[in-house]
């Protein structure tokens, strides 16, 4: 009983769209200010009793292996996952620290993010293709928070793709351009493309196409390139594919701005 005690409290601490007409989405956050608050007494009030229910589960799961029973460990602790993972999203609805910012080479940062798709793309024979800069603008920003952006716009893109049908050639390019003071990333796919009602409320909070989501995810991301004085630019065509523009303003390093 000690060393379950134990464990828990270890637990606890522990295509072709370029004629398209792209459309921009200034960003408002005023709607976001109560969502905050009660994503703090959520997350106070359920993260540490589901860490708790997580922590015995894990314990209990070698009784249930010996039963043949296991998987219902499994799928509990998959939706204890999906559960904190929901909360983990309300928490980000607050305004991203700005005092976290830093010098990011673009270049080197889509690289990174890249690389992390190259063995899901190859088993689910997508083509990801990626465009670096000549120029590797440099960026101040908070390299955690963009890596979120990044890898919630590249899991939309393949999840658009994989909706055309296995014989459907599967295409997303990842690219980076310079253009005067500002550094533009563009996540190009082929997929199912989204309709003009759903580009509408696209960054509104809780809406969603999807049967599972939770319709945070792109508000997060449109409260991260807020803080860093960016703008979303979105192009979609319903059954084509969808285009999304991130522009960023390129550091001065001589001004410091």
Known sequence: MVSIQSNLINLQENSELSNLEFQQFPIDT???SDVSKLAAVIAHEIRNPLTTVK??????????VE???EHYAD???????????LIFDLLNFEKPQVSRKHEVSLNKFIGEISSLYECE?????????VQLSPEDPII?????QLKQVLINLIRNAIEAVMMNGEEYRKQITLSLKKERSQAIIIIEDNGCGMTSETIEHIFTPFYTTKESGTGIGLSICKNIIEAHNGNFHISSIAGKGTIIQIKLPIYNQKSGA
């Open 75 to 85: 799928i509990a602790l998959d939706e204890i996952n999906r559960a904190n993972e």
């Open 67 to 69: 039963m043949g029973k």
């Open 140 to 144: 101040l920003g908070n390299n955690k």
């Open 121 to 129: 793309g190859l088993i689910n024979n997508i083509n990801i293709d």
């Open 30 to 32: 005023d709607n976001l």
């Open 55 to 64: 922590g015995y589960i894990q314990l209990i799961k070698p009784y249930l």
